[in-house]
C-alpha cells in the first residue's frame, strides 16, 4: 500500500521559518518525481514546488520562489520542504504528491498555521 | 504561467443524473490534463491523467475529453458517493496549475 506522510505542523510566527517532511512507502521512491502542493482553509489547491527523482531539476511556484527549498533524501525515502520567511498566506494545509506531471499518490496533508 | 478556468463554481444535481465539469486552459496544453476528486477533510485523489485515461480503480462512470485548450470532466449516473469538489490540472509546462474547483452535491 502506497503511503505518503507529512510532518511539521505548527502554528509560527510571520517572518520564521519551518521545515516540513514526507517519509515515503509503498513504491518506489527514488523512480518518481516529488511535489509540494498546499491548500488555503477553503480554497483550491496550489502546486508549489517540483523536485526531479535524482534531485537533478526543482520548479518553483511564483509565491514561493526564493523563500521555499525543495530537497529530497532517497536513501531514507523522504521528501523535504524548508521554508522561510513566511507570511499569513502562507497558511495552509501542506500536501506532498508523487509524480511528474498528474499526481498519483497523496500525503494526508500537514496544517501550517502562520499568525502572530 | 498557464490560466485553467473551471466551470461552473458549483453544482446540484440528482442521483443517476450525468454531469459535466469544465475546464478552458489559456493556451494549448495538449491534452497535459488531470482530473482530482476532493472529499471533505480528505486528500485530493487521481480520477483522470492526459485528458482521457482514467486512473487505476476509478469507476468507469467518471470520463474525461478535449483538446487543445478545451476539457471535460464527465460522470454518468451520478452517485452519493461522487459528491466532492473536482479540480482540473495542467502539467504542459512545470508551472502546474488547478483549476478553481467544482463542488458537487446531490439535488
Known amino acids: 500500500e502506497v503511503q505518503l506522510v507529512e510532518s511539521g505542523e505548527g502554528l509560527v510566527q510571520p517572518g520564521s521559518s519551518m521545515k516540513l517532511s514526507c517519509v515515503a512507502s509503498?513504491?518506489?521512491?527514488?523512480?518518481?518525481?516529488m511535489n509540494w502542493i498546499r491548500q488555503a482553509p477553503k480554497k483550491g489547491l496550489e502546486w508549489i514546488a517540483l523536485?526531479?527523482?535524482?534531485?537533478?531539476?526543482?520548479y518553483y511556484a511564483d509565491s514561493v520562489k526564493g523563500r521555499f527549498t525543495i530537497s529530497r533524501d532517497n536513501s531514507k525515502n523522504t521528501l523535504y520542504l524548508e521554508m522561510n520567511s513566511l507570511r499569513s498566506e502562507d497558511t495552509a494545509m501542506y500536501y506532498c504528491?508523487?509524480?511528474?506531471?498528474?499526481?498519483?499518490?497523496w500525503g494526508q496533508g500537514t496544517l501550517v498555521t502562520v499568525s502572530s | 504561467d498557464i490560466r485553467m478556468t473551471q466551470s461552473p463554481a458549483s453544482l446540484s444535481a440528482s442521483l443517476g443524473e450525468t454531469v459535466n465539469i469544465e475546464c478552458l486552459a489559456s493556451?494549448?496544453?495538449?491534452?497535459?490534463l488531470a482530473w482530482y476528486q476532493q472529499k471533505p477533510g480528505k486528500s485530493p485523489q487521481l480520477l483522470i491523467y492526459?485528458?482521457?485515461s482514467l486512473q487505476n480503480g476509478v469507476p468507469s462512470r467518471f470520463s474525461g475529453s478535449g483538446s487543445g485548450t478545451q476539457y471535460s470532466l464527465k460522470i454518468n449516473s451520478l452517485q452519493s458517493e461522487d459528491v466532492a469538489t473536482y479540480f482540473c490540472?495542467?502539467?504542459?509546462?512545470?508551472?502546474?496549475?488547478f483549476g478553481a474547483g467544482t463542488k458537487l452535491e446531490l439535488k
Open positions: 523536485i526531479y527523482y535524482d534531485s537533478s531539476s526543482k
Open positions: 504528491a508523487g509524480g511528474t506531471g498528474w499526481f498519483a499518490y
Open positions: 493556451e494549448d496544453i495538449y491534452s497535459d
Open positions: 492526459n485528458a482521457n
Open positions: 509503498g513504491f518506489t521512491f527514488s523512480n518518481y518525481g
Open positions: 490540472q495542467q502539467y504542459n509546462n512545470y508551472l502546474y496549475t
